[in-house]
């Protein structure tokens, strides 16, 4: 069993749509949470990060964890075209980190 | 925030050549750097894990002395690419983090250098 399992997608929605994307895990031990962007051609770069349990928002982004579930999210609210991507879920425990395969996501004009 | 750079950003090369690849943290000291590759529209593939001063610590199926990995300095890490073949062909991203001094969720990443092997 894969650290970290993440649908690929890909994942295609109108401008302005909500979008969900997730992530599963079953290390007990993650207690950071990150969701990186990465744009064709480029280096991913950090999005959000969660510490624990709960919700984070930034703008349209909103990260959430539930660890009894060992579930994560991200929800793209409003999306844009510019938020076509692919979106790397990352859990880290001590110096390692663990990333999901990435989901792409292309928001439709 | 932190920066991260890589160089070259896009090198070709002949098969049965070496080429080096250099990772530098630009405002910070990264103790730690990790080197991936990634194929089209695939995801990262962890390649090796690097602390300034020590050996890499290679993940399984990559071969340690086909990419050697340098960590000489707090600031910069060099992957070397030896007898390319058209196989190695990639995008090779590495990232940085400082650690345990940095925050947790930190691993900052370059730009990707992107390799051709004719």
């Known amino acids: 069993q894969k650290e970290v399992e993440q649908d690929p997608g890909p994942l295609s929605v109108p401008e302005g749509a909500i979008v969900s994307l997730n992530c599963t895990y079953s290390?007990?031990?993650?207690?950071?949470f990150m969701w990186y962007r990465q744009y064709s051609r480029k280096g991913p770069e950090l999005l959000m990060y969660?510490?624990?349990?709960g919700n984070k928002e930034d703008g349209r982004f909103t990260a959430q964890v539930d660890k009894s579930s060992k579930y994560i999210s991200l929800f793209i609210r409003d999306s844009q075209p510019s938020d076509s991507a692919t979106y790397l879920c990352?859990?880290?425990?001590?110096?390692?980190?663990?990333f999901g395969t990435g989901t792409s996501l292309t928001v439709i004009p | 925030g932190a920066v991260v750079s890589q160089h070259p950003s896009w090198v070709i090369c002949k098969s049965g050549t070496s080429v080096k690849i250099e990772c530098r943290s630009l405002?910070?000291?990264?103790?730690?750097m990790f080197w991936y590759r990634q194929f089209p529209k695939q995801s990262l593939m962890l390649m090796a894990t690097?602390?300034?001063?020590?050996?890499?610590?290679?993940e399984q199926g990559v071969e340690k002395d086909k990419f050697l990995i340098n960590h000489a300095s707090l600031t910069l890490s060099t992957l070397t690419v030896t007898s390319a073949h058209p196989e190695d062909s990639s995008f090779y991203i590495c990232?940085?983090?400082?650690?345990?001094?940095?925050?947790?969720?930190?691993?900052?990443f370059g730009p990707g250098t992107r390799l051709t092997v004719t």
């Open positions: 990232s940085a983090r400082d650690y345990p001094a940095g925050k947790q969720y930190e691993q900052y």
């Open positions: 290390n007990s031990a993650f207690q950071y």
């Open positions: 969660t510490y624990s349990s």
């Open positions: 990352a859990m880290s425990a001590g110096n390692q980190f663990y």
């Open positions: 405002d910070f000291q990264a103790t730690t």
């Open positions: 690097s602390n300034e001063g020590s050996k890499a610590t290679y």
